[in-house]
């Protein structure tokens, strides 16, 4: 049995309590929150969970094996710190920390006490990013990749303690991140804050890998419209993700790009492929239970999960160039 304590319930702290709470083999002890009426939310939709406004009574507790946390990035590090100096196992709403630096110390601390580090992202469990995984990776259906281009707008919801990248992007991030086995080396963002002098609310990150792989993640606070697209080009066919849809999340294009002739600027010849569309089947999963079920049985089988603390630290590292970058109004920073 693994008892976990949750730490934060606020307004992803619910979902993260009632998918451990439904896991056999699983046991929710304690709920922490700063705020009383949300203790009183818990309280009544588990009854039998103990409450307390203190983090440290989950953290240091000798009847808990693991913790998630479910607060604002810059308590992130320092709950993770304690929980795991205590030999619990931590589960970490996105981002990781809010340094790379904060990053490194928890990964280095979890490996001396052989404890698991998991980050919270979800997305990376859902049947269309394993189905894209499947075909990149797998089959190599889209061939040698050219581009990552992903949307991710909506209006709202405003944060008060980071801005739109630290709050959209690690989605995208993790994403790419997951999907691309190659790694960035340098990123240049851009970006305005309308409301908010400090927080961007509006930015533009481009990301440069080896062999001209560009990727590029528009975020936006901003947007009349909610958009959850995600187009991924490659020398074969081309793929458009879009999140939003219910039956055809994912498409498959035949079309592409070939060259007959490249000796000079002036003979190149292009053509142009245009064949079939090709919809696959993407299965129907609750991201976040199944990624609850990996955390349970990567601390019960001594698995490490593909959301551990590198993971969680690549996108960090990732955020803070792009963060660089956008307070330096575009310059390119490298990874």
């Known amino acids: 049995m693994i008892r976990i304590g949750v730490i934060g319930f606020g307004y992803w702290g619910p979902n993260i309590l009632r998918n451990f709470s439904s896991l056999e083999s699983v046991e929710v002890k304690y709920v922490c929150d700063l705020d009383e009426g949300a203790l009183k939310r818990a309280q009544r939709a588990y009854p039998g969970v103990g409450l307390t406004t203190r ?34 196992h931590v589960f970490v709403e996105k981002p990781f920390t809010y340094t790379a630096d904060e990053a490194k110390r928890l990964i280095d601390i979890a490996e001396k006490k052989s404890l698991r580090i998991m980050i919270d992202h979800t997305f990376l469990f859902t049947g269309a990013v394993r189905k ?4 990149i990776n797998d089959e190599g259906a889209l061939g040698d990749l050219y581009y990552f281009d992903s949307t991710r707008v909506n209006l709202g919801l405003f944060q008060h303690d980071v801005n739109v990248v630290w709050d959209l992007a690690p ?4 994403i790419m991140d997951y999907l691309i086995k190659e790694r960035p080396t340098a990123v240049i963002a851009t970006g305005e804050a309308h409301f908010n002098h400090s927080l961007e609310d509006v930015a533009y990150i481009t990301m440069y890998f080896p062999n001209k792989l560009i990727a590029h993640i528009n975020v936006n606070w901003l947007s009349p419209v909610k958009v959850r697209t995600t187009l991924i080009g490659g020398a074969r066919k081309m793929l458009v993700w879009n999140d939003l849809d219910v039956d055809e999340k994912i498409r498959i294009y035949d079309k592409g790009v070939e060259v007959n002739n490249c000796e000079s600027m002036y003979d190149l010849l292009v053509s142009y492929r245009s064949g079939d569309i090709w919809v696959p089947k993407v299965e129907k999963i609750d991201a976040l239970r199944l990624e609850a079920e990996c955390f349970r049985d990567c601390i019960m089988n001594g698995m490490k999960p593909i959301n551990d603390g590198h993971a969680g630290l690549r996108i960090v590292e990732m955020l ?7 307070k330096n109004k575009g310059e390119m920073v490298y990874l």
């Not at 989605?171 to 993790?174: A, C, E, N, Q, Y």
């Open 171 to 174: 989605h995208d991030l993790s």
């Open 55 to 88: 983090s440290r009574d989950i953290t240091s507790a000798a009847n808990i094996d693991a913790v998630a946390i479910i607060t604002p990035v810059g308590t992130h590090y320092e709950l993770a710190r304690q929980a795991l100096e205590n030999g619990k």
């Open 320 to 326: 803070q160039a792009a963060n660089k970058s956008l």
């Open 132 to 135: 894209i995984k499947q075909l």
